[in-house]
């Protein structure tokens, strides 16, 4: 019996610690939390501190971060030394930059808008660990700056840009160029139609009220959908008092490509007709009484009485021999095109991008713009052709047509007129 009570004993003193030692470890917790909860008041109570927050500011706001970027768009009148020097950097790394740009030939000159990007890192004595320069609207350069080296490497980048062939047609109502921009088509193409077409039509006076056009040309897209740059026309059809005059572009060599009639005739010759687009022709050759001096003389050129700044292009391929001052002609450039030709275009308000004498030109690029410097009494273009050392009337020129497509070269062509007829038909059905 003694023995079974103090079993009994013996089994609930168990219980009784189990009871004593969970009564312990609640009041250890309430201790616990008790003062967990004080110190975070506590810490809550420092952090609310109104000058500790003042400091943390004033010390926070004093902070740069390590890597920054500056971009710039270049205007007129910049040069790279000009851009470079505006860098919060030492001397030797400007110098380094400019030396840099200067070996890379793609940016030999620098346009107007075109893109920078420098970034830097703000703990390096050398800060520019990069930069990006636009080469144009489709393409960029991009330098990075070898570790431990005074030196940069460099990487031509394409943008992300998407193509497409956007499809043009009107009735000219008013001018050739005025129906084009209300179409939304980009001045750029709308100079290399007429740099085409001004191999056999004369702007002023061949183009009637009611004639028409159409154009497939390329579209370069950005990400947004939008368009930023303008590639090569695939296709034109100027309709004169209802007769097509199709051009067809076709690459009849590796790399050389030209613009062809049906009959696979290139419309290529050596001089353009008209080297301004939507002038109208306001003296001619021949003689005249002279405008300002009064008296009868003969006027060697053709004049195209166009708006102020209108481009005007150089007629053929050639080399720069004049760019200046040419007395009465004002603003005056002229060009040799071979041992037979040279032109001349007086009365520039300012010449194109680039041009002085010695450089060589392409066939339909800007020379200058059109202008009334000289003796002149309104904005217009004085275009003289010379052949042989002597003036002659631009307007009754008859030169040579340029390539004929024969052979192999007339069936490749002709499968190549095909694909750009169904891709008209297509572009047109899709419009519908």
Partial sequence: MK???FNLLKEY???????????????????YSTNKSQQNSKIKSSLDNIYLKKTIKE??????????????????????QGIINKLDITQNEKNLLLKTIQNENALKILKINQKFEFKFDNLDDQKVINFKIETDKKNEILFEKILNKQKYVSKKIKKNFTKQLSYKETIITDSLYNSAVNLGIKPNIIIEFARLYGFQIDFQRDIWKNDSFQIIYEEFLNEDNKVIDTGEIIFANLSLQNTDLQLYKYEYEKNKI???????KSIKKTLMKTPINGARLSSSYGKRKHPILGYTKMHTGTDFAAPMGTPIMASGDGKVIKAGWCGGGGNCVKIKHNSTYQTVYAHMSKFGRGIKRGVRVKQGQIIGYVGSTGLSTGPHLHYEVIENGRKINSQKLKLPSGKVLKGEDRKKFEVTKIKIDVLKSNLIANLN
């Fill in 59 to 80: 010390i926070t706001k004093n902070l740069e971060p390590r890597y920054t970027t500056i971009n710039y768009k270049s205007k007129p009148g910049d040069t790279y």
């Fill in 258 to 264: 030209d613009y062809f009639d049906e009959s696979g």
């Fill in 13 to 31: 003193s168990i219980f009784f610690w189990l009871i004593l030692i969970t009564i312990s470890g609640l009041f250890i917790f309430n201790i």
């Fill in 3 to 5: 023995f079974s009570k």
